[in-house]
């Protein structure tokens, strides 16, 4: 508070969630590329990464509905203090 001379301490900024993601550019061709990406994120934030499907088909990218793209995990507030001062 007095770094950043503020009065009201509900004015202190705060992590609330830290979310990390890795896009897995090739896995449009090859789908086996998402279980590493999904190992090394794993290993990074201690939680099982949660893998995002595609919503739409688009064409011009080569993906279609239903296809793996990316894992994210996501680190809560106690969980992100811990987080924020490893990495």
């Known amino acids: 508070m007095k770094e950043l001379e503020l009065k009201n301490p509900m004015a202190v900024p705060r992590l609330n969630k830290i979310v990390v ?3 897995v550019g ?3 061709q090859n789908a ?3 279980d590493p990406a999904v ?3 794993g290993q990074i934030t ?3 990464p949660v893998v995002t ?3 739409k088909s688009i064409a011009a990218f080569k993906v279609r509905e239903g296809m793996p793209i990316e894992p994210w995990s996501r680190c809560a507030a ?3 203090t811990n987080f924020s ?3």
């Open 21 to 23: 993601n890795m896009g």
């Open 53 to 55: 499907r595609a919503k």
């Open 78 to 80: 106690i969980a992100c």
């Open 26 to 28: 090739e896995a449009t």
């Open 46 to 48: 201690g939680q099982k």
């Open 39 to 41: 190992n090394e994120l």
């Open 32 to 34: 086996k590329l998402i």
């Open 85 to 87: 001062t490893v990495w």
